[in-house]
């Protein structure tokens, strides 16, 4: 496992976007999904019971994109960033067969009480919508 040195505070510009991330969903992922969230309800693992109640087909619960973001942004701010708040909207499940791409743009930065703050618009295209995902993050940079 590499370890990502920190992000220096000198480094980070306000409207600057953050590369993206691009994640593959497959069947596996959703059985790593389940396994790992323990979500166990139906949705994320049977498909026509999916597909019955209006799902396009077995979907990532809120839990895997929490993760997904959590590594998206220790990628760019360092292993040592610490994630302060953290608000996800999902607007448009992703199932397999699709593309995850995971983008952000720094909002803002601050000092505050000693802290090194920054606060990122985050968006997630699944390949059917643009705006998949919603999300917004408090991030401390250390």
Known sequence: MTLHPSLAWNEIRIGSAIAPLVFDVTYSTLARDVAGTRDLYR????????????????FLNAMWYQGLIGRYIT????????????????????CPGDT??????IQSRAEVDGKLLVDLDIRIDNGRRADAIVAVATVEIV
Do not use: C, M, Q
């Open 43 to 58: 949705i994320h693992h049977d498909p026509p019971f999916a597909t019955a109640n209006g799902a396009p087909n077995i």
């Open 100 to 105: 995850l791409t995971v983008g952000a743009t």
């Open 75 to 94: 990628d760019w701010a360092g292993y040592e960033a610490f994630l302060r708040k953290l608000n996800v909207k999902i607007r448009s499940h992703g």
